[in-house]
Structure formats: structure tokens, C-alpha cells
T-cell receptor, first 113, second 112 residues
Framework: DTEVTQTPKHLVMGMTNKKSLKCEQH?????MYWYKQKAKKPPELMFV???????INESVPSRFSPECPNSSLLNLHLHALQPEDSALYLC????????????FGPGTRLTVL | GENVEQHPSTLSVQEGDSAVIKCTYS??????FPWYKQELGKGPQLIID?????GEKKDQRIAVTLNKTAKHFSLHITETQPEDSAVYFC???????????FGKGNQVVVIP
């Protein structure tokens, strides 16, 4: 299995809602990532987990809360988001030894009303 | 930190012609250079990569060249086909570093 899966594909939420994005990989990768991508822009790194521990937090607002329950799963909990948070949220994974050779999921298209 | 610039921002080519996208990087310590293809509504997909110990790598119609002295690398697509139409991102990082720097992306349009 060489896929990274993400659910849901689309999500519409109000500014007072709480929702979660989910990501899963079964490639045995020990690094997992969350990116935010705006239209016509490159992915922006948000968080990196290495061996299920948060290793990089790119100064992301606390309304985004990542969680890595085990080596195959990565969640992103959303609360009190703003309309400007609307974007494509991408999950990726990689072997730690190769770092940037990342495998991306299809993304969750998030719209905040 | 690393800064990657990508040119041109859009490229239109006739089907069957070649397409070339160029990227420059700033950090001479960068030693891993992947290229990603992103189709509409999908996540980026790694299509080819190159490490600093080689100057060129080829995979069927796709090739990447690296000039470490000039700090630039290029993606070459030969015999372009309509399915090559997508946004292409270059990136640069240090081997084992989990924070790649992406270029701004290049929209390639292959005209049938």
C-alpha cells in the first residue's frame, strides 16, 4: 500500500464548529506532516510528527490542534476557525531517513463560513 | 533559511514538444531536490527527484538536471501529452531535513 488517505474530502464548517481531519498511511513511514495550501500557491508546512511526537510547529494558531494517535494515523482538530483558514489541507508522510521524499494524500478541501 | 525560485510561472506547449521548468535555490547545503506534479483537485505527487551526488536523472519522458555550482535544477518533459497538464512544484532540502522549501509552482498547459 503506497497511499496516504485523507477524510473527509470536503468539509464546510461555521466559525463556532469543532471538526477533525483524518489522515492514514500504511507504508511504515515514521514522519507525518500537515500542510495548508491556498489556491495557486505551494503547500505551507504546518506541523511535523516524528515517531508520533510533534517535532515541528510552524507557529500555527492554536485553533489548529494536531494529534498523532499511532504511527499510521494523524489528525488535525479544528476549532473556532476563521474564513481565511479556508484552504486545501494536505497530509504527507515520509521515511525519516529520506526526509523530503514525501508522499501526499489527496487533501481535504475546507470551507469556513 | 532556504529560498527556492521557480520560472516561468506558466508554460504553454504544443503536444509533442518539450517543456522545461527551472528552479534556483539559495542554500548551498541543500542536497535533495524533488519535483511534484499536482493535478486539479488532487494532492502533489512526487514524479522525480535528484540528490546532489548526481548531475542528471531520467525516468522515461521526464528528466531532471542539477547544477550545484550555479545552484539551479531543471525539469525536462519530452514528447508532452495532454495528461502532462498540471502544476509542477520544485523543492529543495537537506537530506533528512523534514522541512522542504517549495518553489511557487508552474502551470504547464499542453495544447492538443
Amino acid at each position: 500500500d503506497t497511499e496516504v488517505t485523507q477524510t473527509p474530502k470536503h468539509l464546510v464548517m461555521g466559525m463556532t464548529n469543532k471538526k477533525s481531519l483524518k489522515c492514514e498511511q500504511h507504508m511504515g513511514h515514521r514522519a507525518m506532516y500537515w500542510y495548508k495550501q491556498k489556491a495557486k500557491k505551494p503547500p505551507e508546512l504546518m506541523f511535523v510528527y516524528s515517531y508520533e511526537k510533534l517535532s515541528i510547529n510552524e507557529s500555527v494558531p492554536s485553533r489548529f490542534s494536531p494529534e498523532c494517535p499511532n504511527s499510521s494515523l494523524l489528525n488535525l482538530h479544528l476549532h473556532a476557525l476563521q474564513p481565511e483558514d479556508s484552504a486545501l489541507y494536505l497530509c504527507a508522510s515520509s521515511q525519516l531517513t529520506s526526509g523530503a521524499e514525501q508522499f501526499f494524500g489527496p487533501g481535504t478541501r475546507l470551507t469556513v463560513l | 533559511g532556504e529560498n527556492v525560485e521557480q520560472h516561468p510561472s506558466t508554460l504553454s506547449v504544443q503536444e509533442g514538444d518539450s517543456a522545461v521548468i527551472k528552479c534556483t535555490y539559495s542554500d548551498s547545503a541543500s542536497n535533495y531536490f524533488p519535483w511534484y506534479k499536482q493535478e486539479l483537485g488532487k494532492g502533489p505527487q512526487l514524479i522525480i527527484d535528484i540528490r546532489s551526488n548526481v548531475g542528471e536523472k531520467k525516468d522515461q519522458r521526464i528528466a531532471v538536471t542539477l547544477n550545484k555550482t550555479a545552484k539551479h535544477f531543471s525539469l525536462h518533459i519530452t514528447e508532452t501529452q495532454p495528461e502532462d497538464s498540471a502544476v509542477y512544484f520544485c523543492a529543495a532540502s537537506k537530506y533528512g531535513n523534514n522541512r522542504p522549501a517549495f518553489g511557487k509552482g508552474n502551470q504547464v498547459v499542453v495544447i492538443p
